[in-house]
C-alpha cells in the first residue's frame, strides 16, 4: 500500500543530544513536509521541499536542519540548538507544493529528557 | 485560524446527532480549503475539500460550507458515530503559495 512511513514512533532524548527522524514516502510526490504539533494545538510548519536536492524553512526551523537526497526520504534532525524539542513530529507528502491534500504519516512523538 | 493555546474548542455531541464544526480561516485569496480529521496519537487524515468557486460539498456524511464573504468554513457531519471522536482540522492554500495554514482544531466528543 503506498503511504508515508514514520519512524521512530516514540523517541527520548538526553538533553543536548541531536536526534534524527524518519520520513518515507512511496506515493510518488515531489513536495514533503514536516510539521510540528504542541498539545491543544495546530500544525507548524518547520520545513518543506518542493522537490529532489530542494527545501525551504518553515515558520519555525530554528533548531531543526533536513536533507532531500532521495525524492522518497526527507529526514529532519532536531539539533541540541532546539530550545524545546520535545513535541509530535509530523510528516506529510503532496503531489505538488502548496496544491492538493496533504498525506501525513503517524507521527513520532520525541521526549527530552 | 486563530491558535487557542492549550485549550482546544470543543463540541460535545450525542450519538447520531448532526455536527457542525466552524472555523475562520485567515487569507482572502485562499482559493482550496481542506477538513482533516486526526484521532489520537495519529496523523491527521483527508475528509473533504473545497474550491472556492463552491459554496458547498458534500461527500459521504459530510458536508463543507464555505462563505467567503465573512471567511467562514463549516463542517457538518450527520448521523454522528462514536468513530467521528477527533480533533478536526481546518486548511487553506493560497494561489503561489507554497504551504498550508492549518487552524488550531476543535476537539469532537460523541456521546454514546
Known amino acids: 500500500d503506498g503511504g508515508i512511513t514514520q519512524s521512530p514512533k516514540y523517541l527520548f532524548r538526553k538533553e543536548g543530544q541531536n536526534v534524527t527522524l524518519s520520513c518515507e514516502q512511496n506515493?510518488?510526490?515531489?513536495?514533503m513536509y514536516w510539521y510540528r504539533q504542541d498539545p491543544g494545538q495546530g500544525l507548524r510548519l518547520i520545513y518543506y521541499?518542493?522537490?529532489?536536492?530542494?527545501?525551504q524553512k518553515g515558520d519555525i526551523a530554528e533548531g531543526y536542519s533536513v536533507s532531500r537526497e532521495k525524492k522518497e526520504s526527507f529526514p529532519l534532525t532536531v539539533t541540541s540548538a532546539q530550545k524545546n524539542p520535545t513535541a509530535f513530529y509530523l510528516c506529510?507528502?503532496?503531489?505538488?507544493?502548496?496544491?492538493?491534500?496533504?498525506?501525513f504519516g503517524e507521527g513520532s512523538r520525541l521526549t527530552v529528557l | 485560524g486563530e491558535s487557542v493555546g492549550l485549550h482546544l474548542p470543543t463540541l460535545s455531541v450525542q450519538e447520531g446527532d448532526n455536527s457542525i464544526i466552524n472555523c475562520a480561516y485567515s487569507?482572502?485569496?485562499?482559493?482550496?480549503f481542506i477538513w482533516y480529521k486526526q484521532e489520537s496519537g495519529k496523523g491527521p487524515q483527508f475528509i473533504i475539500d473545497?474550491?472556492?468557486?463552491?459554496d458547498k460539498r458534500q461527500g459521504q456524511r459530510v458536508t463543507v460550507l464555505l462563505n467567503k464573504t465573512v471567511k467562514h468554513l463549516s463542517l457538518q457531519i450527520a448521523a454522528t458515530q462514536p468513530g467521528d471522536s477527533a480533533v478536526y482540522f481546518c486548511?487553506?492554500?493560497?494561489?503561489?503559495?507554497?504551504?498550508?495554514?492549518f487552524g488550531a482544531g476543535t476537539r469532537l466528543f460523541v456521546k454514546a
Open positions: 506529510a507528502s503532496s503531489i505538488e507544493v502548496g496544491t492538493g491534500e496533504l498525506f
Open positions: 506515493l510518488n510526490h515531489d513536495a
Open positions: 521541499s518542493q522537490i529532489v536536492n530542494d527545501f
Open positions: 487569507n482572502s485569496a485562499s482559493d482550496y
Open positions: 473545497i474550491r472556492s468557486n463552491m
Open positions: 486548511a487553506e492554500n493560497n494561489p503561489g503559495g507554497f504551504k498550508t495554514i
